[in-house]
């Protein structure tokens, strides 16, 4: 059993600690955004073009689910790692029980309602006439699923929480290992096309939350799961949705300003358009990964080190992360944004649709390095139990894009849609900056007075 005093987050070495958690959340992130990615490049040299456009029709519905997961795992996984680091083992684990009974019931509600009426749900998100029928096809087998990935996408969050970035890793692998496999079957000698592609998504979706489960149910955990901890309180779900709902807004905009996207796109650019941006979508999950994954090394340690009023190391770990995602982003922009060609062609070998994505991604990738930076600041204030200042800079970037979109056109067509993406990239950062700052210099302010409080109370001692 784990010693509850030993946890591997009580550590002063915050650099070695955030390589340590950080690593297994890249290579975790790593994989299981192959999870759409690998959809993709199948879909796209082995069906062509309009398929992966229902792809990328289909994909706020992917993301919304996505948002309803990381509300429930990130919400918890702030609370638990704050809990841990206060000492109060048994409320935390009574937060893990409340959150993953709730991400099943959420879970199963949102595949009940996208099944009711799937054709409406995707006209009313931009589907055409022609790509409906690969939307469709692929949106209703991804719904069948749903529970599974948005407990896997919880199960993720709530084990890095207690300091096993390790297992969290590997659930990631396994799935995506497992999708890459069944895709090649369904999709290439079976010829089930996108639906073969939803299939493999969803059974490496079910194995992987499986091995999450059994992770806890082994006695392994630091935490562990108990049955009546099952039992909804309220104090703690809302502790849980009012820190989580940043993720779930961050996802839920960026799911609408996908659907504005890519309507604009049908208006200025066509089908073609749409086909591209779906690529170029996924070439962004890779490009941003780096600041969200030092976002999720940070979070447990930024968590356990303010629950424990040790300012001084939270404030470090900041410092860190952030220069650590700064010069990841850099990097990124500097290699997308010169050479684009080759990342376009994994997806598709048609000519056309590598000179279109090409095209969009030296638009789109302008501001890139500024988004991880940006990414992680938001999670700095969820890891911090900021709910203000975290839902805010979960849903600036789409509250940005969504108007963008609609004016830029005016003034430059099919460019002006794709150079919306940046400048809300570069105003967001701007403006997740303007809050981030100010928090920084209150945990200073509060390093110092922390400390004095330790200088004062042996000399009291000694004095009584």
């Not at 991804?142 to 990935?149: R, T």
């Not at 010169?338 to 279109?356: C, G, Q």
């Not at 809300?424 to 509060?446: A, N, Y």
Request: one cysteine or more; aromatic letters at 10%; charged letters at 10%.
């Amino acid at each position: 059993m784990a010693n509850r005093n030993n946890n591997v987050l009580n550590d002063d070495r915050i650099g070695r600690l955030l390589l340590k958690l950080s690593m297994p959340a890249f290579f975790g992130m790593f994989v299981m955004t192959l999870y759409n990615v690998i959809d993709t490049i199948f879909i796209g040299h082995f069906v062509g073009s309009l398929a992966i456009a229902g792809l990328s029709i289909v994909f706020p519905v992917q993301m919304f689910a996505m948002g309803v997961g990381q509300m429930i795992g990130l919400g918890g996984a702030s609370l638990i790692s704050r809990l841990i680091g206060s000492g109060n083992i048994s409320r935390a684990e009574r937060a893990l029980g409340n959150a993953i009974f709730s991400v099943v019931i959420l879970g199963v509600s949102i595949m009940g309602i996208g099944l009711l009426n799937p054709d409406f749900w995707l006209k009313l998100i931009g589907a055409s006439e022609n790509i409906l029928p690969y939307a469709r096809d692929y949106m209703i087998i991804i719904l069948v699923g749903m529970v599974f990935q948005t407990l896997a996408m919880s199960l993720n969050a709530l084990i890095r929480a207690e300091g096993n970035a390790r297992v969290s890793m590997m659930g990631m692998i396994i799935g995506a290992v497992i999708n890459i496999i069944l895709d090649a079957v369904f999709i290439i000698p079976l010829d089930m096309g996108v639906q073969g592609a939803a299939l493999a998504t969803v059974i490496a979706q079910l194995i992987s939350a499986a091995y999450l489960l059994i992770y806890y149910f082994s006695g392994r955990s630091f935490l562990k799961i108990h049955i009546r901890n099952f039992i909804i309180e309220f104090n703690i779900l809302k502790d849980i949705v009012v820190i989580g709902v940043a993720s779930f807004a961050r996802t839920m905009t960026g799911s609408l300003s996908v659907i504005f996207v890519n309507r604009m796109l049908i208006l200025y650019g066509g089908d073609m358009a749409v086909s591209a941006f779906g690529i170029v979508n996924r070439v962004m999950m890779f490009a941003i990964m780096p600041g969200i994954v030092i976002g999720q090394g940070l979070q447990p340690i930024l968590g356990f080190n303010y629950g424990a009023k040790r300012y001084h190391l939270a404030l470090r770990a900041i410092k860190m992360a952030i220069i650590a995602g700064t010069v990841c982003g850099i990097l990124a922009f500097t290699f997308l944004y010169f050479v684009p060609e080759p990342v376009i062609r994994v997806f598709t070998s048609e000519s056309e649709l590598v000179t279109s994505g090409a095209y969009a991604a030296r638009r789109v990738f302008l501001a890139l390095a500024l988004v991880a930076p940006m990414v992680t600041g938001s999670l700095i204030f969820q890891s911090l139990g900021k709910a203000t200042q975290s839902f805010l800079t979960a849903i600036v970037r789409p509250i940005f894009i969504i108007p963008l979109v609609f004016l830029l056109p005016q003034l430059w067509q099919l460019e002006g849609v794709w150079l919306a993406l940046p400048v809300s990239d570069f105003l967001s950062f701007i403006f997740t900056m303007l809050l981030l700052v100010p928090q920084m210099r209150k945990l200073g302010k509060m390093e110092h007075l922390t400390g004095e409080m330790m200088e004062v109370a042996p000399a009291e001692v000694e004095i009584n």
